[in-house]
């Protein structure tokens, strides 16, 4: 079968599949993205919280902010790269049953990173603004481009972060916009990984790729957007 066979029935088992992962894990909707991005901010288990993690890094880099913050970017792209590892690991048989584990550890990460490089840049994490920003800053730089163009959600992370007034309704439409987002994400790329090769260790390898670079991408994303902010 052709790669780009293989790549459209991919796609396809897809967008079959990511409807059903919201039945499977009914919590994958509002509720589920804040409780991320509260466990990324305040720590879970060993890991301790976004800013503490972030004011370790400004610590052994001297005060540098710049150098931290790369070195934020770098742990996490790490620790993505880990989280994409194991959770890809059961083959396509079992991908819908993976997928709401994976969402819920690449969703953590990232928002660790991304609160982590806002509070250096100045940031009031317990900022309902902030929060927001941080979790559309996951979507990325293109698809928050086309959803502030399309006018599924409000605007970019700097200018939500920055906004002089709070509007509680956005609350939902973010974090629906990312659950949504997060699902296509992690499913088409398990499908994607385990038709093409049918070999369930391969799509482990893949995935760990895949959520490494991902991060790596909305780190420098979040470097972009999170200007100073005295």
Do not use: C
């Amino acid at each position: 079968m052709r790669k780009g066979v293989k790549m459209g029935l991919a796609a396809e088992v897809a967008r079959q599949v990511a409807p059903k992962v919201t039945t499977i894990a009914p919590g994958m909707t509002e509720a589920f993205v804040r409780q991320a991005l509260h466990r990324a901010i305040t720590g879970v288990g060993p890991l301790p919280g976004a800013a503490d993690a972030a004011e370790s890094q400004l610590r052994e880099q001297h005060g540098d902010v710049d150098r931290a913050i790369k070195e934020v970017i770098e742990n996490h792209v790490r620790y993505a790269g880990v989280e994409g590892l194991v959770t890809n690991l059961g083959g396509l048989v079992t991908a819908a049953v993976v997928a709401p584990a994976s969402i819920s550890g690449l969703a953590l990460v990232q928002s660790r990173m991304v609160a982590g490089i806002a509070h250096l840049r100045g940031y009031d994490l317990d900022d309902p603004q902030v929060r927001n920003a941080v979790l559309v800053t996951l979507l990325g730089d293109d698809v928050v481009t086309k959803l502030v163009r399309t006018h599924r959600i409000p605007a970019p992370p700097m200018a939500l972060a920055t906004s002089l007034s709070y509007d509680p309704s956005q609350d939902q439409i973010v974090a629906n916009a990312l659950a949504g987002e997060l699902i296509g994400r992690v499913v088409g790329k398990r499908m994607a990984a385990t038709v093409g090769k049918k070999v369930p260790i391969v799509g482990g390898a893949v995935g760990m790729v895949a959520d490494g670079v991902s991060t790596w991408r909305v780190g420098r994303y979040a470097d972009r957007q999170f200007l100073p902010h005295w």
